[in-house]
């Protein structure tokens, strides 16, 4: 009967697939990175079948397999009659006294899945302003990050916000939620528009407006909640994470499992490769920007942080120091060679090679990153040059010792179920990856780097090259022949 089962199952998914391809709309994915070995992601080569499949929680729970299966056939439904609406839908919150910087009314995107209990909730990254200077030439720049005024109607998902199976193998039938960034706070503030304030920032404030109401659309019987985000929307996780959770209980909805999930936004305040005037976002060292948004936003950080650094509180917006106060789980997602780090510490990467010096500040950000997320239980962290993953269309490609980013936060999740349960953690399912290699892009499946003022394509070795990497001296400090280091550059390895 078993067997049966299994055999049912895998014809549901081979045909939802196959549905999924149908019916993209045309949407042409980009060319991902060939897979460094014949046993990366061997399934990814069939026509047929384009993700896992894992049965080793469900060979103990047949009615949990039933479940999935009912709703998964229910999820095809719309695709046997060839109609598939995959966009989220623009929803403006219903206070309306919970507003974008420009008073403007803030609102969300969303996209349901009737009969799953998961919810994923994503705050979008953006930057930020910290006086009206540069707000107001973010007004003029960025109006979409500050105003609601001329948001599209549907947003498509992409990354862990996908419907397809293919390209979201662990939550593409979750309920999805789509939060823009429209407070330039790093989503923290609780200020009003005012005379006095001539702009809003009500970040915090408005994912709490988001969650009530969403608990009328189906998430006051949801099973699990994931709040995430990128970049600004990441470091807004570790900021919101905990009010969210305690949220939900105070309105009496204590069985959802909140969880946060903060992707690029674990940054440092580390002392600037070059110090500058700080006369906007970018030049500006990282604490000197936030001691000043903090004051003028009117920022709200979570409780046992703001005890901790009392006086001080702006501490609480860099990861390895409000992480130890955050009772609720978190799994944090870092590129240990942060693109929006090094340019908030004056490392240019474009134009001329970079500096004996300017390379040295560069490894040793790695190294430091590697240190303040030692004690993270949860973590994904790439030795790659970039910025943001969880979105990107690449993101199932993106390796840490073997193992690919979704394949973590399964791990994760089943981890969590465990341990509810009072089960053993399950076997050869690492939820704690790290990258040991010392140089930017060393891990062979980090995403493609283009020549900036070219376009073109570069390998691992054209790149480090590009950087003004020195293959003699670097070979000299690794203690090995500089030709075996040149190969290895050259290969990937």
């Known amino acids: 009967l078993r067997r049966l089962f299994f055999v ?46 894992d049965f080793t929680a469900v060979e103990e729970n047949m009615d949990n397999f039933m479940t999935q299966v009912k709703n998964l056939a229910q999820s095809l439904y719309p695709c046997s009659a060839q109609k598939l609406d995959n966009d989220m839908k623009l929803n403006f919150l219903k206070n309306t006294s919970v507003t974008c910087n420009d008073g403007t009314p803030a609102g ?37 990050f500050m105003s609601s005024s001329k948001w599209p109607h549907t947003k ?38 005012t005379e006095q304030n001539f702009y809003a920032f009500m970040g915090s404030l408005i994912i709490q407006e988001v969650v009530k109401d969403l608990l009328n659309k189906g998430l006051d019987n949801a099973k699990v909640l994931l709040l995430a985000g990128s970049s600004a929307g990441g470091t807004g996780v570790l900021l919101n994470v905990d009010g969210v959770a305690e949220l939900l209980e105070g309105l009496g909805h204590t069985g959802i499992q909140v969880r946060g999930l903060s992707d690029s936004g674990w940054f440092l305040d580390n002392k600037q490769y070059q110090c500058t005037d700080c006369g906007d976002t970018a030049s500006c060292a990282p604490t000197e920007t936030i001691k000043r948004g903090f004051k003028y936003w009117g920022a709200v950080v979570p409780e046992r942080c703001r005890q901790t650094h009392e006086g ?7 990861g390895y120091r409000v992480f130890p106060s955050i009772k609720s789980p978190v799994f944090v997602v870092q590129w240990l060679f942060d693109e929006a780090q090094l ?24 190294t430091e990153l590697r240190n303040t997320l030692k004690d993270v239980p949860a973590m994904f962290a790439p030795a790659c040059l970039s910025h943001e993953v969880i979105t990107r269309n690449y993101w199932i490609d993106v390796q840490v010792k073997g193992t690919s980013l979704p394949r ?28 040991s290699c010392p140089w930017p892009h060393c891990n062979p499946t980090c995403p ?31 203690g090995m022949d500089p030709s075996k280091l040149l190969g290895m550059l050259s290969s990937g390895s």
Not at 36 to 45: F, L, N
Not at 453 to 476: C, R, S, Y
Request: hydrophobic fraction near 30%; charged fraction near 20%; charge should be positive.
């Open 8 to 53: 049912s199952f895998l014809l549901v998914l081979k045909s939802g697939a196959l549905c999924a391809r149908r019916f993209r709309g045309g949407r042409n994915p980009q060319p991902r990175r060939a897979p460094p070995s014949p046993t990366h992601r061997a399934d990814r080569g069939d026509t047929t079948e384009s993700f896992p499949l």
């Open 108 to 144: 969300y995107y969303l996209k349901e899945s009737r009969g799953s209990r998961r919810w994923l909730i994503f705050l979008e990254g953006g930057w930020y302003c910290f006086n009206k200077e540069n707000c107001d030439t973010r007004y003029e720049t960025m109006r979409r």
């Open 156 to 193: 498509t998902g992409t990354g862990i916000l996908s419907p397809l199976p293919e390209e979201n193998p662990h939550w593409w039938n979750a309920n999805m939620v789509f939060i823009p960034y429209c407070s330039s706070d790093v989503w923290s503030g609780a200020t009003a528009k």
């Open 312 to 318: 001080e509180e702006w501490n609480c917006f860099f």
């Open 343 to 366: 340019t908030v510490d004056n490392i240019q990467l474009t134009g001329q090679p970079v500096q004996e010096g300017q390379w040295r500040y560069i490894q040793n950000l790695g």
């Open 408 to 435: 973590a936060l399964h791990c994760w999740d089943r981890s969590l179920q465990d341990n509810r349960n009072n089960k053993a953690p399950p076997k050869a399912c690492p939820v704690h990856l790290i990258d």
């Open 448 to 478: 493609t780097i283009r020549d900036q003022f070219t376009g073109q394509e570069m390998n691992v070795f054209q790149f480090l090259m590009h950087m003004g990497f020195d293959v003699q001296k670097m070979a000299q400090q690794q």
